[in-house]
């Protein structure tokens, strides 16, 4: 199947400063990337979904002057959180979806991004 | 709108045992339907998914029908392995919005013991 990867794994930082997280899907393109976040023991929460060569949709709540995010190509996006917090510390998720004429539609999910921020 | 409910765990179960996870939906279009799983420290997997009513999906010795009658899609497993723990989330695509929106339950943790 599809592989997305994402770099850094784990990344630790102090308060305040700014964190950079990439996402690529490898052997694919893919025109819509979505940025989740997860908090312990909880389900994702969708923060964002990123097109290719335009600015990102935030979900209601979500800081789009905090969390930046480019998609500059069609296998890259980027989330940047910016002068980062200890309560930014998460568990950040990317996805790349797959929408093609054969019907397959689906979201390939990229392996995660710890944060923690002292 | 469009929502997942899933069984609140943590769900603990003896090797062997069958396992049920319970997940229902609401949506507004003609959602595909999905099963991840999230294995310790690691992100998503997809398990299985079925994309029209009465479907069955099926990966690994898992299972789930896409029922649109009970607008629900339970998970199951005729015999659990210890490997088998994880967190597990359903999730649907409305694909008559697009088919670009997800939409996650919470999740339930499987703890198998030997």
């Known amino acids: 199947g599809a592989v997305v990867s994402q770099h850094p794994s784990w990344v630790i930082c102090k308060s305040g400063t700014s964190v950079k997280i990439e996402c690529r899907s490898l052997?694919?393109?893919?025109?819509?990337m979505f940025w989740y976040r997860q908090f312990p023991k909880q389900s994702l929460m969708l923060m964002a979904t990123?097109?290719?060569?335009?600015?990102?949709?935030?979900e209601q709540g979500v800081e789009k002057d905090k969390f930046l995010i480019n998609h500059a190509s069609l296998t890259l996006s980027t989330l940047t959180v910016t002068s980062a917090h200890p309560e930014d510390s998460s568990f950040y998720i990317c996805s790349a979806h797959i929408l093609d004429q054969g019907g397959n539609n689906e979201q390939f999910f990229g392996p995660g991004t710890r944060l923690t921020v002292l | 709108g469009n929502s997942v409910t899933q069984m609140e765990g943590p769900v603990t179960l003896s090797e062997e045992a069958f396992l049920t996870i319970n997940c229902t939906y609401t949506a507004t279009g003609y959602p595909s339907l999905f099963w991840y799983v999230q294995y310790p420290g690691e992100g998503l997997q997809l398990l299985l998914k079925a994309t029209k009513a009465d479907d069955k999906g099926s990966n690994k010795g898992f299972e789930a029908t896409y029922r649109k009658e009970t607008t629900s899609f339970h998970l199951e497993k005729g015999s659990v392995q210890v490997s088998d723990s994880a967190v597990y989330f359903c999730a649907l695509s409305d694909e008559w919005v697009g088919g670009n929106q997800f939409y996650f339950g919470t999740g339930t943790s499987l703890t198998v013991i030997p």
């Open positions: 052997d694919f393109q893919a025109t819509t």
């Open positions: 990123s097109n290719e060569g335009s600015k990102a949709t935030y």
